[in-house]
């Protein structure tokens, strides 16, 4: 176990509390730099996805885990994002300022969702939010001059400098990476300053935060606005990636893939966001082999248990007809969200806190260090 | 020209007069407290002055500014301070980040700033680091500084309370039952620190309070309410010793 002596106020300030950290995450970008020249091309595909999805990730987290508002509408602003860079591209303006500008125009959407969200508080804000997202995925729709409708827009591969980065190349996964690395440091930045004391501020007492000089409507706007504007940078990226966007890809099911990555990751640190990533860009994988392998894997089972060819036969068509159901995915979102919030409220990054706790401690680590106890039920008068 | 100024404070809620036309003033430096049964309007009238309820009808100055229209988050810049009856702590957040929010009101650094970690803000960050520790190191808080609020004991969260108001280097503060749920000893530590932060920190103190022995240890003066009028202003014996009071609590 080791003792930090603090000497310094920076002991507290610095991003890495000790030496272990530069090494862990020293080890790990590493690794993530060499990706390309290892891992199958597949891989990195979906590592590329797992960089878009922990990019907003980390802006849901700043809006829901840090400054308690929830948001389904994460898939509009991501929307938004995407098509101002398909929009921009068909007139010829470099990436780097169609970039910029999608994270510009989604902030300012954000502030304006942000200003009638001011009045509205938990599961109204999420209606109000999912609301926006259903009027932007019909603007989307409608809006035929710019967004060319349901047939959706082709994007062209961005050229960056001259160059033409494909999507599956090297150069395209490293600009997700960056931009990924570049968003956790600036919102960790964001955290140890005063503003993000004050977004933590209002999600725990807004009458508190008030009381303390917090111009509770303007960082509830400004947590908007930044976490719509990073969520228009992935939604270029997303775009990118996909080469092709149309409506149906932005979705109510979308924004609800964003909360299960913030909710399954873990709520309360950063850490959360790219381990919800990882978790739901291989649940796809996951779901394919569900479909593809499981049915013939389990016949197998029942053969070797004495069943005929026929009952065999039976089960393999019973079990692909399952797991080929529509909507299965969307049940096992549900039933995912539904027993980490019943087991595991602190995420993928709560149990690998306790994991490390565990072994830190052997043998003397308790189950009730991670048990919090409400000793007090605070008054909602003031509210 | 008194430091802080109630004039013809009112609060309606329909029929019901909350704070009915109260009219006090507090001086620089002193100990002001305000007694009387539940429901008398104590939390009311602070709760008008850090501008959750909007009076009825009234003026509020302080240090000669009419501050009754201010929005509510100006109040503390203009150096109020508050805490809380029914304590509203920043609960998973650790004590030092609690006492780090009480002192917004000095934080001068924009946002972009803030995303990059300037220097400039890093040197304000030690700054800030300084007064809480100064705060922290006031009222003893030592154990507890990098502990979350969830899962610390009530009379500790009481002082946490305490220290982020005063965090905020108040120019007045209000301190809303202080002792309530604190034991003996905790209450005799809440004196003492009450009586530091008028002679030490030089903070106007105003306080409401239930426990008269508190109140007769810290208190300059005291003002006693009842069914939102005032009943008696004076020292603590006076207003203890009034007819009208003597009715309040025990009937007449």
Same mark, same amino acid.
């Given at each position: 176990?080791?003792f930090l002596?603090?000497?310094?106020?920076?002991?507290?300030i610095?991003l890495f509390?000790?030496s272990?950290y530069v090494?862990s995450y020293?080890l790990?970008?590493?690794a993530?730099?060499?990706a390309?020249?290892?891992?199958?091309?597949?891989l990195?595909s979906q590592l590329v996805?797992?960089?878009i999805y922990?990019?907003?990730?980390?802006a849901l987290?700043?809006?829901?885990?840090?400054t308690?508002q929830?948001?389904?509408g994460?898939?509009?602003?991501?929307a938004?994002?995407a098509?101002?860079a398909?929009?921009?591209?068909?007139?010829?303006v470099p990436?780097p300022v169609?970039?910029?500008a999608?994270?510009?125009?989604?902030g300012c959407v954000?502030?304006?969702?942000?200003?009638?969200?001011l009045?509205?508080?938990?599961?109204y804000?999420?209606?109000a939010?999912?609301s926006?997202?259903f009027?932007?995925?019909?603007i989307?729709?409608?809006w035929?001059?710019v967004t060319?409708?349901n047939?959706?827009l082709?994007?062209?591969?961005?050229?960056?400098l001259?160059v033409?980065?494909?999507?599956?190349?090297p150069t395209?996964y490293?600009?997700?990476l960056?931009?990924l690395?570049l968003?956790?440091v600036?919102?960790?930045?964001?955290?140890r300053?005063?503003t993000?004391?004050a977004?933590?501020?209002?999600?725990?007492?807004?009458t508190?935060?008030?009381s303390?000089?917090v111009?509770v409507?303007?960082?509830k706007?400004?947590?908007?606005?930044?976490?719509?504007a990073?969520?228009?940078l992935?939604g270029?990226l997303?775009?990118h990636?996909l080469?092709?966007i149309?409506?149906?890809?932005?979705?109510l099911?979308l924004?609800?893939?964003?909360?299960?990555?913030?909710?399954i990751?873990g709520?309360?640190s950063l850490?959360?966001?790219?381990?919800?990533?990882i978790?739901?860009?291989?649940?796809?994988?996951?779901?394919t082999y569900l479909?593809?392998d499981?049915p013939?894997?389990?016949?197998g089972?029942?053969?070797?248990?004495?069943?005929?060819?026929a009952?065999?036969?039976?089960?393999?068509?019973?079990?692909?007809?399952f797991a080929?159901?529509?909507?299965?995915?969307g049940a096992?979102?549900?039933i995912?969200i539904?027993?980490?919030?019943l087991?595991?409220?602190?995420?993928?990054?709560?149990?690998w806190l306790?994991?490390?706790?565990?072994?830190?401690?052997?043998?003397?680590?308790?189950?009730?260090t991670f048990?919090r106890q409400?000793i007090?039920?605070?008054?909602?008068?003031n509210r | 020209?008194?430091?802080?100024r109630?004039?013809n404070?009112s609060?309606?809620?329909?029929?019901l007069?909350a704070?009915?036309?109260?009219?006090?003033a507090?001086e620089?430096g002193e100990?002001?407290s305000?007694?009387g049964?539940?429901?008398?309007?104590k939390?009311?009238i602070?709760?008008?002055?850090s501008?959750?309820?909007?009076?009825?009808s009234?003026?509020?100055?302080f240090e000669?500014?009419?501050?009754?229209?201010?929005?509510p988050n100006d109040i503390?810049?203009?150096?109020i301070?508050?805490?809380?009856q029914?304590?509203?702590l920043?609960e998973n957040a650790?004590v030092?980040s609690?006492?780090?929010v009480?002192r917004?009101?000095?934080s001068?650094?924009q946002?972009w700033?803030?995303?990059?970690?300037l220097? =400039?803000? +890093?040197?304000?960050?030690k700054v800030? %680091?300084?007064?809480?520790?100064?705060v922290i190191e006031f !009222?003893?808080? /030592? *154990?507890?500084?990098?502990?979350l609020?969830?899962?610390?004991p009530? =009379?500790v +969260?009481?002082?946490?309370?305490l220290? %982020?108001?005063?965090?905020?280097e108040?120019?007045l503060? !209000?301190?809303? /039952? *202080?002792?309530s749920g604190?034991n003996v000893?905790e209450?005799?530590?809440?004196?003492?620190?009450i009586r530091?932060?008028?002679?030490?920190l030089?903070?106007t103190?105003l306080?409401?309070?239930h426990?008269m022995?508190?109140?007769?240890?810290v208190?300059?003066?005291v003002?006693?309410?009842?069914?939102g009028?005032v009943?008696a202003?004076g020292?603590?014996?006076?207003?203890?010793?009034?007819?009208?009071?003597?009715?309040?609590?025990?009937?007449?």
């Amino acid at each position: 176990m080791r003792f930090l002596f603090k000497t310094d106020y920076d002991d507290d300030i610095r991003l890495f509390p000790h030496s272990g950290y530069v090494v862990s995450y020293g080890l790990l970008l590493a690794a993530l730099l060499i990706a390309p020249y290892v891992l199958s091309s597949y891989l990195m595909s979906q590592l590329v996805f797992v960089c878009i999805y922990a990019t907003v990730g980390v802006a849901l987290l700043i809006l829901t885990g840090f400054t308690g508002q929830a948001s389904l509408g994460h898939a509009a602003f991501l929307a938004i994002g995407a098509y101002t860079a398909a929009y921009l591209q068909k007139y010829n303006v470099p990436f780097p300022v169609y970039f910029l500008a999608a994270g510009v125009l989604t902030g300012c959407v954000g502030a304006l969702v942000g200003f009638p969200a001011l009045r509205l508080q938990g599961i109204y804000l999420v209606i109000a939010t999912i609301s926006f997202a259903f009027i932007v995925e019909e603007i989307l729709a409608r809006w035929e001059s710019v967004t060319n409708g349901n047939e959706g827009l082709r994007v062209k591969a961005l050229s960056l400098l001259g160059v033409t980065v494909s999507r599956d190349s090297p150069t395209f996964y490293f600009l997700c990476l960056a931009v990924l690395v570049l968003t956790i440091v600036g919102t960790l930045n964001l955290l140890r300053s005063p503003t993000g004391r004050a977004f933590v501020a209002i999600r725990d007492s807004e009458t508190a935060a008030r009381s303390m000089g917090v111009n509770v409507a303007l960082y509830k706007v400004k947590s908007f606005a930044i976490s719509a504007a990073i969520t228009g940078l992935a939604g270029v990226l997303f775009a990118h990636k996909l080469s092709f966007i149309s409506p149906e890809m932005f979705t109510l099911q979308l924004s609800i893939e964003f909360i299960i990555v913030i909710l399954i990751g873990g709520i309360f640190s950063l850490h959360g966001a790219v381990l919800g990533a990882i978790f739901i860009v291989m649940i796809d994988p996951f779901l394919t082999y569900l479909k593809d392998d499981m049915p013939g894997v389990i016949a197998g089972i029942a053969a070797t248990f004495g069943a005929g060819p026929a009952t065999a036969g039976n089960v393999q068509s019973k079990v692909a007809a399952f797991a080929s159901l529509n909507g299965l995915k969307g049940a096992i979102y549900g039933i995912i969200i539904m027993l980490f919030v019943l087991f595991e409220p602190l995420g993928l990054y709560g149990r690998w806190l306790k994991i490390k706790l565990f072994f830190q401690l052997f043998p003397l680590y308790k189950r009730a260090t991670f048990k919090r106890q409400k000793i007090y039920v605070k008054s909602e008068r003031n509210r | 020209m008194s430091y802080f100024r109630a004039e013809n404070l009112s609060l309606h809620f329909g029929g019901l007069k909350a704070v009915d036309a109260v009219s006090f003033a507090v001086e620089k430096g002193e100990i002001l407290s305000i007694i009387g049964p539940n429901g008398a309007g104590k939390s009311s009238i602070f709760n008008l002055i850090s501008r959750i309820y909007r009076p009825t009808s009234g003026r509020i100055f302080f240090e000669d500014q009419d501050i009754t229209e201010q929005p509510p988050n100006d109040i503390a810049r203009l150096g109020i301070a508050r805490t809380f009856q029914n304590i509203e702590l920043f609960e998973n957040a650790t004590v030092l980040s609690n006492l780090l929010v009480g002192r917004h009101r000095h934080s001068t650094t924009q946002l972009w700033q803030e995303l990059l970690f300037l220097p =400039g803000v +890093r040197a304000n960050e030690k700054v800030h %680091r300084r007064r809480v520790e100064q705060v922290i190191e006031f !009222l003893d808080l /030592e *154990p507890y500084r990098d502990k979350l609020i969830a899962g610390l004991p009530y =009379g500790v +969260r009481k002082v946490i309370e305490l220290a %982020r108001a005063l965090c905020s280097e108040p120019k007045l503060i !209000l301190l809303d /039952e *202080p002792s309530s749920g604190l034991n003996v000893e905790e209450t005799d530590d809440m004196s003492f620190w009450i009586r530091d932060m008028k002679s030490e920190l030089g903070v106007t103190v105003l306080m409401v309070e239930h426990d008269m022995s508190l109140v007769n240890r810290v208190s300059d003066r005291v003002i006693a309410l009842n069914y939102g009028r005032v009943l008696a202003t004076g020292s603590a014996a006076e207003v203890q010793q009034h007819p009208d009071v003597v009715a309040a609590y025990l009937g007449a």
